[in-house]
């Protein structure tokens, strides 16, 4: 399994932006660049939701809700993620989780906050 780290959660206002990264510091970079990236977040009593991916070759995709406000993006040589979220509202709340993915492995960072709050 890919051990993979998080950063960048915290507490932000309404309309506020924050950077979440994910490393895969043990990582192989010609293995790192094999998974599909993702980051999902589950709030309170709620599930788990899917809110970006890429793939190895970079084509990302966001989910409905967070369309124009978040950006996901890898830098392979850095074995890193990102999600860049942009214009946060009080439903953006939730645990952040990283998630790494191939055929045979599914793998999830242990999560990074985000509460946004006047």
């Not at 589950?42 to 409905?64: C, F, H, M, Y």
């Amino acid at each position: 399994q890919l051990h993979l780290v998080e950063s960048g959660g915290g507490s932000v206002q309404p309309g506020g932006s924050l950077r979440l990264s994910c490393v895969a510091p043990r990582a192989i970079f010609s293995v790192f660049t094999m998974y599909e990236m993702a980051w999902y977040r589950q709030a309170p009593g709620k599930q788990r939701e899917l809110v970006a991916a890429i793939t190895s070759s970079g084509s990302a995709n966001v989910a409905d809700s967070v369309k124009g406000r978040f950006t996901i993006s890898r830098n392979n040589s850095r074995k890193t993620v990102t999600l860049q979220m942009s214009s946060l509202k009080s439903e953006d709340t939730a645990v952040y989780y990283c998630n790494a993915r191939t055929g045979s492995d599914n793998s999830w960072g242990q999560g990074t906050p985000v509460t946004v709050s006047s």
